[in-house]
């Protein structure tokens, strides 16, 4: 069973930047993180992913050059940088994750979620 715990979500003004973190624990090797937003009365949308063994990192159009996800493999932890940050941004964030070998960028190739934590830019 793997568990996911976000943190980082805030205030902050457009232009700003925040850094959320997702814990991870249980195994995750052979594992695939990705990032997922929903903003209020939208559908759940990709942000990003990346695989724990490495290779590439995938962006949504509207974050690339704005965005940076990140491992902490000592920590079991994954990041997401956010700068540059838009009204557009507001959200909530959530951690997902499953076992794969191909990265999806589709929601409901997703296995585990975590909670979620709010992110809200103040234009």
């Known amino acids: 069973q793997v568990q996911l715990v976000e943190s980082g979500g805030g205030l902050v003004q457009a232009g700003g930047s925040l850094r959320l973190s997702c814990a991870v624990s249980?195994?995750?090797?052979?594992?695939?993180m990705g990032w997922f937003r929903q903003a209020p009365g939208k559908e759940r949308e990709f942000v990003a992913a990346t695989s724990w063994s490495g290779g590439s990192t995938y962006y949504a159009d509207s974050v690339k050059g704005r965005f940076t996800m990140s491992k902490d493999s000592g920590k079991n932890m994954v990041h997401l940088q956010m700068n540059s940050l838009k009204s557009e941004d507001t959200a909530v964030y959530y951690c997902?994750?499953?076992?794969?070998?191909?990265?999806?960028?589709?929601?409901?190739?997703?296995?585990?979620w975590g909670q979620g934590t709010q992110v809200t830019v103040s234009s």
């Open positions: 249980g195994r995750t090797s052979s594992y695939v």
């Open positions: 997902a994750t499953k076992r794969a070998w191909t990265i999806p960028t589709i929601e409901s190739e997703y296995d585990y």
